[in-house]
């Protein structure tokens, strides 16, 4: 009996990975999908069926809004039984952000879908696009017993592949643009792929449930030393605001202000979520280690363990969006519901 061919779906939504240099030009352009066979013949040396869709509005990645993530979604959904594995490219700048809602809007997952970019446009003698591009359709392709050895949302970046919603860029120049700060790598590629099966996600086989019912009433506030009233105020009066992320020192510290932990407590009150994520880019928020966190506790601001900004901001949308009473919200912070938290 002959095999049926793995099929991979490439999903192309812009920056500089798409980018080439226009013969005639010279300036960067966006590369033709249409013909890539002819620009990278070496796609025809994998043994895989790979399919393109190109989104019609090219976008840098800094242009990213949740429409976006939705029109995503709706991509995979609809390929989602016909394809093994789905390549993302997408501009580094905001990859880490689609790359956690993601995983928060495509529940029950049980198949790759492999988020690359690069540093340098495709076009470029230099480029890490080619490498991060061709390793991300294999690692997307790979299958154990008929599974996916990679059965969720991940980010491939230099030879290394991370947890989608566990990543944040940190280096704007060097190739190794992504840090998984607070969880271990699901893949290290050098002349092997060696994947790290035992900390993958574990296919649940139930049918991929999508979700696309965001709330963005969700804002960010990062502290700093000297932080006024008056920003913070503003801040917590923004009409309509659900939940705040509030980005703090060490492992989740505040100031002890009267004026601050007091109007954090009115907010609260009055049916706020805050969310105490840490600035640190490794290491947990540790509510009542210290004084300076101990106030935020007793006031009920909401530890988010070792979560990423990107994450938290994606999966409050999530929370809020379903519809789940505030107790179930808060609870659902608490625990790790797509792997984007260790709870010791
Ligand atoms: N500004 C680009 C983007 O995020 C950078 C990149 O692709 O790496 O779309």
Not at 54 to 80: A, C, Q, T
Request: glycine residues 8%; negative net charge.
């Amino acid at each position: 009996m002959i095999e049926e061919k793995t099929t991979i779906l490439v999903i192309y939504t812009g920056g500089t990975i798409g980018m080439t240099k226009d013969i005639d030009t010279g300036a960067l352009v966006p590369f033709d999908f249409g013909n890539i066979y002819e620009q990278m013949p070496i796609l025809r040396s994998f043994d895989y069926k790979i399919d393109f869709h190109s989104f019609e509005n090219l976008i840098d990645s800094s242009n990213v809004k949740p429409d976006f993530w939705i029109e995503l979604v709706g991509v995979i959904e609809k390929n989602y039984e016909h394809y093994d594995g789905f390549v993302v490219l997408h501009g580094s700048d905001t990859m880490a952000y689609t790359a956690s809602a993601l995983s928060f809007m495509l529940e029950n997952l049980n198949k790759p879908v492999i988020f690359t970019g690069s540093q340098l446009p495709m076009g470029v003698i230099r480029t890490d696009g080619r490498e991060n591009f061709l390793t991300a359709i294999e690692i997307a392709a790979a299958k154990e017993d008929g599974l996916a050895v990679v059965p969720e949302v991940a980010i491939y970046f230099e030879n290394q592949l991370m947890r989608g919603n566990r990543t944040t860029k940190f280096n704007a120049e060097r190739f190794n643009a992504f840090v998984s700060g607070n969880y271990p790598l699901l893949a290290e590629v050098g002349v092997h792929i060696r994947f790290k099966k035992h900390n993958m996600l574990k296919p649940n086989f139930k049918k991929l449930k999508v979700h696309t019912r965001l709330d963005f009433n969700v804002t960010i506030l990062k502290l700093f030393p000297g932080i006024s009233e008056n920003v913070v105020r503003n801040t917590l009066a923004i009409p309509g605001l659900k939940a705040l992320i509030l980005e703090t020192f060490g492992s989740g510290n505040a100031p002890t202000d009267e004026w601050f932990i007091g109007c954090l407590a009115e907010a609260i009150q009055g049916g706020l979520i805050i969310y105490n994520v840490t600035q640190c880019k490794s290491g947990s928020v540790e509510l009542g280690k210290y004084a300076t966190s101990l106030e935020l506790e007793r006031i009920g601001v909401i530890g988010g363990y070792d979560i990423t900004t990107e994450s938290a901001l994606s999966k409050l949308m999530y929370l809020i969006g379903e519809g789940f009473p505030k107790e179930r919200i808060v609870e659902l912070l608490k625990l790790p519901i797509r792997g984007e938290i260790t709870i010791e």
